[in-house]
């Protein structure tokens, strides 16, 4: 801890619970007045300009102080001054948005009375971006004089440039995972970052403007035979770990460096990549800044760090060190009110403070400690109502409201917390030494008479259970019985749900049966029984989730478990405001490629299938000659025939054995594909925020079959579901509604077809369009359809469901993770929680009984069954 802190000049405090990063704070003449300003932006949207004028060093922000505030209308990424407006030098502030650039003339009224003049921007021109931004840099590109250029770095490594009120070309940059600093040397003309590859790369501006155009991600067949040169990169240095920041400088008195601050390191590289020297640094750093020296060929460098530090290097030799009230996340050198060489730090909460250093230690003096008597029945008192406070904080309660009506009939699965000490795992073909198992105890409780009572236990394949059906004596007014079961996995691949349902059947002696009522770590690993393995990771300075795998298919069990340990964990904490969205890419290219693999199964089924029609016809045929010449009573040679038969024996066995393996590979695909569907699912319904209805009608879209048949198979369902949506509630026009869907369900010649309409379909979404099954939609509809088929309403559907009997609804709970395409996962609150071990299956049971006004997750389910049955009915009886 340094014995002399930095001397407080001037300090305000932002807003309250703002944040604010490395591109939130700038200082310029912005109002082109000859006096450097302050101007900090935050990721609120709000947007201030400072000219601090303390009466004293020390004081606290006056009102005359903050020039302009203003709220914009999008939170800012980074503020910049430079010659950004056409047919003028003047400065003018740029600010980027996510998805905008704006560039504002900030000017100043003289004032008419003694409240001073006021100050006001002016849009001069903004530019909408295609991309979500990142961080911007400027300069005279390419050698123009009296102006600036403006370069935007996307979240997917697109330079964007501007010539001032124009965008110039785009530029994608080569093998690039995640962005990372970006800055400009007017000396080489050359743009330099630093990639996930932990490298420092120069692209000088010349070969930007001659590459390849880059409007798209994807390159076509005509952008490769085209004209254009591949962007090639001019030097390359690896530094061996992240960049936090870099600086460009250029003084009379220096060489011209680049520096680069890294996670341990501080670097000066020379013009053509080459190193002047390096710092190692025993700290983790926040903010830098180069800035002139006093002596002539070395370079004075201000590097802040987590410890509120602030130090201050000759090249390589430490010459200060201070202390700051904060830990700045950016920091500036300053000429204010006459002062040079004013320091101007920003945390990340708002605390912006002008500072200088100084050599009077700020001593602390201990007050003189008050006598005071001790009050012992006092403490006591205290002490005993904090103890039942606590104690009545930590009694549990029961999650579930207890229901006002007696219930006559209650199933309730109980799950072991832990796995079985004796696997119960019987028939597995998982490739292991032990299967897991888990075991569940299902209790039946009646206040009624119920003959013939059967439970039955329904679980989704790869699962397993030891025994699926029980049958009991008939139970007694008060009486209650239990079984006990374990779960499995059977099959050698993971599951695509990790749900079961228990239905229990009786009859009563009426016809008439009551309604029912309804430690922290930033990193996680898991490998599934059949090998995946999935990574879980929890930002440390961000409210993010990212879950990474090899496969696309491994992601849902995961991303579904975080989301409910998540909401369970908030809603047990009583918080309101908790919720969870997505903002990265629906990775529908991944997902396009599992519907391939499968419809690719389906198609050698069918090929499968005719040879062996073929097989079969030519053994039969061969079987009638050799039957004829048995019965021939004058012997006649085989001729080979026997030969023939067995060999065409062979084949037929051959391809029998063939048609097997190729129907279990196919189910294995369906139910890879079921998972990744699931995903997709939960991505769209984060990513749009879908109601609960919305999202049923997606599940009734892409998961109508509970199973694949060549009859019916899943890629023809759902583009006649797709199709439908996209020419009824998701039309753009009347004319869409007019065209008429295919006449009959049947097997497609490729997916083409399905996946542009699923592309189609979230292009609809993210636009604006939403999914409807309202009054005006079945309107539409029975006008759009052929056959004239008219929807059922909602309201009779659910008057029609009859539960039979009580259902207790069980899912296992489990952690997982993911690698390949990277989704990011976003939440309205940060948690960190104890993960389990990745064969730990937890189930959790809720039990459903008969009622009229059904629940929220009853209606859901009815709601998909009504849109599942009413696409069907009309895919297959309208046409």
């Not at 200082?27 to 004028?53: C, E, H, T, W």
Request: glycine share 6%; charged share 20%; net charge negative.
């Amino acid at each position: 801890m340094s014995l002399f802190k930095a001397r407080d000049w001037w300090s305000t405090v932002l807003g309250e619970k703002e944040e604010f990063d490395q591109g939130c704070l700038c200082v310029a003449d912005v109002d082109n007045s000859g006096q450097d300003k302050i101007i900090v932006g935050s990721y609120m949207g709000y947007l201030r300009i400072f000219n601090p004028r303390p009466v004293k060093p020390g004081d606290g922000v006056q009102a005359e102080d903050l020039l302009l505030e203003v709220q914009l209308r999008e939170p800012v990424l980074q503020v910049e001054v430079g010659k950004f407006v056409s047919g003028t030098e003047g400065l003018h502030l740029a600010v980027l948005h996510c998805r905008r650039l704006c560039v504002y003339a900030v000017s100043e009224t003289l004032g008419n009375v003694d409240h001073g003049n006021q100050y006001q921007i002016k849009l001069m021109y903004e530019h909408h971006l295609q991309r979500t931004a990142c961080n911007m840099t400027y300069g005279p590109f390419g050698g123009v004089k009296g102006r600036d250029l403006i370069c935007i770095q996307s979240m997917d490594g697109m330079l964007m440039l501007f010539e001032q009120e124009s965008y110039a070309f785009g530029r994608f940059l080569p093998g690039f995972l995640l962005p990372g600093p970006l800055t400009y040397s007017s000396r080489t003309d050359s743009f330099i970052t630093v990639s996930s590859s932990r490298q420092v790369e120069s692209y000088k501006y010349q070969v930007l403007a001659f590459a390849t155009d880059a409007d798209g991600r994807q390159e076509t067949v005509q952008q490769k035979l085209s004209s254009g040169k591949k962007l090639v990169v001019d030097w390359v240095l690896n530094i061996g770990e992240q960049a936090l920041d870099i600086c460009i400088v250029s003084f009379n008195q220096a060489v011209s460096s680049v520096f680069v601050l890294g996670e341990r390191s501080l670097f000066c590289l020379k013009d053509n990549g080459q190193i002047r020297f390096m710092k190692k640094l025993d700290y983790s750093p926040s903010c830098f800044i180069p800035y002139c020296s006093v002596k002539e060929g070395t370079i004075n460098t201000l590097v802040g760090n987590h410890s509120k530090m602030l130090y201050v290097y000759q090249d390589i030799t430490l010459k200060w060190a201070t202390q700051l009230p904060h830990v700045p996340v950016s920091v500036k050198v300053a000429n204010l009110q006459g002062l040079k060489g004013v320091i101007v730090t920003l945390s990340d909460n708002g605390h912006l403070q002008c500072s200088y250093l100084g050599t009077d230690p700020s001593l602390f003096q201990a007050p003189r400690v008050e006598s005071k008597e001790i009050n012992y029945e006092e403490f006591n008192a205290e002490m005993k109502e904090l103890q039942k406070i606590i104690k009545e904080a930590t009694i549990t309660q029961d999650i579930l409201p207890q229901s006002e009506k007696h219930r006559d009939l209650i199933v309730t699965a109980e799950v072991s917390p832990d796995l079985d000490v004796e696997s119960q795992a019987i028939d597995s073909e998982v490739k292991a030494e032990v299967v897991p198992s888990v075991t569940i105890k299902v209790t039946i409780q009646s206040k009624m008479t119920a003959q013939q009572p059967y439970l039955a236990v329904c679980i989704q394949a790869p699962l397993a259970v030891t025994c699926d059906r029980f049958t009991f004596n008939d139970l007694e007014p008060g009486s209650s019985e239990t079984v006990v079961l374990s779960v499995f996995l059977k099959g050698n691949f993971p599951p695509s749900e990790l749900e079961g349902n228990c239905v229990f059947s009786c009859n009563t002696p009426t016809d008439f049966a009551d309604p029912s009522e309804e430690d922290q770590a930033n990193v996680l690993g898991f490998q599934f029984l059949t090998g995946s393995k999935i990574t879980l990771l929890a930002s440390k300075t961000s409210q993010r989730y990212r879950i990474q795998s090899d496969q696309l298919e491994d992601l849902w069990l995961i991303t579904k478990e975080l989301t409910l340990r998540l909401e369970e964990h908030f809603k047990k904490q009583n918080c309101k405001d908790f919720a969870c969205t997505f903002s990265g890419s629906v990775p529908l290219q991944e997902y396009f490629e599992l519907i391939d693999r499968h419809f690719e199964l389906r198609l050698n089924a069918e090929k499968f299938q005719e040879l062996l029609s073929e097989r079969a016809i030519q053994f039969r045929a061969i079987e009638r000659r050799l039957l004829t010449r048995f019965k021939d009573k004058t012997p006649a040679p085989l001729q080979h025939l026997d030969t023939l038969l067995e060999g065409t024996f062979r084949e037929v066995i051959a391809l029998a054995d063939a048609a097997e393996e190729n129907q279990a590979n196919m189910f294995q695909a369906f139910t890879k594909l079921k998972s990744a569907t699931h995903l997709v699912i939960m991505l769209i319904s984060l990513w749009q925020k879908l109601n609960a209805d919305q999202v049923a009608i997606m599940e009734a879209t892409f998961l109508p079959l509970a199973e694949d048949t060549q009859e019916l198979g899943w890629e023809e369902t759902v583009d006649s579901a797709i199709s439908f949506l996209l020419r009824t509630c998701l039309s753009k026009s009347s004319k869409e509604q007019a065209l008429s869907l295919s006449s009959q369900l049947s097997m497609p010649k490729d997916t083409s077809r399905l996946k542009k309409n699923i592309s189609l379909f979230c292009d609809r979404l993210a636009k604006g369009g939403r999914l409807s099954l309202s009054t005006e939609a079945a309107t539409q509809q029975a006008t759009v359809v052929p056959g004239g088929c008219a929807t059922i309403p909602e309201s009779d559907l659910e008057e029609r469901a009859v539960v039979p009997g009580s259902t207790a609804v069980f899912s296992s709970h489990k952690h997982t993770a993911k690698q390949k395409s990277s989704p990011e996962i976003i939440f309205g609150k940060k948690c960190f929680f104890q993960g389990h071990s990745a064969l730990d299956v937890c189930l959790i049971s809720k039990a459903f009984s008969q009622k009229n006004d059904v629940s929220s997750a009853q209606r859901k389910s009815l709601l998909a069954t009504k849109y599942s049955n009413l696409l069907l009915h009309e895919s297959r009886s309208c046409f």
